[in-house]
């Protein structure tokens, strides 16, 4: 089912249903997903209250929910999508359209969201899609933060673990540091197999904020908020060339939220050409709690396994 509803003050979004869970999209800004939960329940997304029903201006907006960006993060990641965007139903998939962003900070990029949900079940494909207008070649990676409600932590799985011999002399990936990253910070938790970082509302720590990205060959990361899980899928390519020193996931947080994000490889788009980037996300609920690695390997990793990517 897809219907135009009013949401939050904003009087143009649609909700996609398949009776077991919903999404809300707004197209008076953005495009942006703000909503994603089983029928009737809680939002796994984290919204922002001071910003629900705004449109137009000039001020970026987080809004909240699943947003396009564009890598690496300098003043057009920052385009104000303060402006309707349009809505078209093609192949079985609702396709919101943004505007040519054509003043500044913009460098004429366009940003489409394709999303589709399963007839059954939770799982939901995005495809975003950013289109090169203009005169001039830049280069970019297509960027897809999703922003997660307070209190619950994300799970990346680290490259599988294997000891020292012949065949393993080479780095396997990355695990990139930013000048706030501090890995002494106690919303991280360090495993052999994952890596692991909880949402504090009051973190006691010398940084508000925490982030850190790596190369998951697995191709799945997981976010677990009172027995709910929210689970996000992107292949990896190998070979690829990867944004912040080789990461195809991050994650980041701040007293606020929490931001689970996929990213592309880098390309370089001349004007007319595109780049797409796919997601797939599936919801749990009444998923048995536990913080350690074994409850991640035999709870959480098994679910991730059973969404299928394509």
Same mark, same amino acid.
């Given at each position: 089912?897809? =219907?135009?509803? @009013? ?15 919903? !999404? ?17 329940? =809680?939002?796994?997304?984290? =919204? ?6 705004? %449109?137009?201006? %000039? ?49 004429? !990029? ?8 399963? *007839? ?27 922003? !997660? /409600? /307070? ?8 490259? +599988?673990?294997?000891?020292?011999? @012949? ?23 360090? #495993?052999? $197999?994952?890596?692991?970082? /909880? ?9 508000? $904020?925490?982030? &850190? #990205? ?16 929210? !689970?996000?899928?992107?292949? *990896?390519?190998? #070979? ?12 980041? %947080?701040? *007293? ?5 994000? &996929?990213?592309? +490889? ?11 980037? /796919? ?11 536990? =913080?350690? $690695?074994?409850?991640?390997? %035999?709870?959480?990793? +098994? ?8």
């Amino acid at each position: 089912m897809v =219907e135009k509803i @009013t949401y939050r003050g904003w009087n143009n979004a649609w909700r996609l249903s398949n009776d077991v869970v919903e !999404l809300v999209v707004l197209a008076d800004v953005g495009p942006r997903v703000v909503h994603y939960a089983f029928c009737g329940d =809680e939002n796994i997304f984290f =919204e922002v209250g001071s910003d629900a029903g705004l %449109t137009g201006g %000039t001020d970026f907006r987080l809004y909240g929910g699943h947003r396009l960006w564009v890598w690496p993060e300098v003043a057009r990641t920052y385009f104000p999508d303060n402006r309707p965007v349009s809505v078209s139903q093609e192949d079985g998939s609702v396709q919101f359209t943004s505007p040519v962003e054509d003043f500044a900070p913009g460098t004429h !990029l366009q940003k489409q969201l394709a999303i589709s949900m399963d *007839p059954n079940g939770t799982r939901v494909r995005i495809v975003h899609t950013i289109t090169k207008h203009g005169a001039r070649n830049t280069e970019l990676a297509v960027w897809c933060p999703t922003m !997660l /409600r /307070r209190g619950g932590r994300a799970i990346l799985p680290l490259p +599988p673990r294997a000891a020292m011999d @012949t065949d393993h002399f080479q780095s396997v990936g990355p695990l990139t540091l930013w000048s706030f990253t501090d890995l002494a910070d106690p919303r991280w938790i360090l #495993g052999t $197999e994952y890596v692991q970082l /909880r949402q504090e509302e009051k973190p006691k720590s010398r940084f508000a $904020e925490q982030m &850190t #990205g790596i190369f998951n060959p697995a191709g799945w990361g997981a976010y677990y908020s009172s027995a709910t899980l929210f !689970l996000k899928r992107a292949m *990896p390519i190998p #070979g690829a060339r990867y944004p912040d020193f080789g990461c195809n996931f991050e994650v980041f %947080t701040n *007293p606020d939220f929490l931001e689970l994000e &996929t990213l592309s +490889p880098i390309v370089e788009l001349k004007p007319g050409e595109s780049s797409s980037h /796919r997601e797939v996300w599936a919801l749990y609920r009444d998923v048995q709690s536990g =913080e350690d $690695e074994a409850w991640i390997r %035999t709870i959480v990793a +098994p679910l991730a396994a059973a969404v299928s990517a394509a």
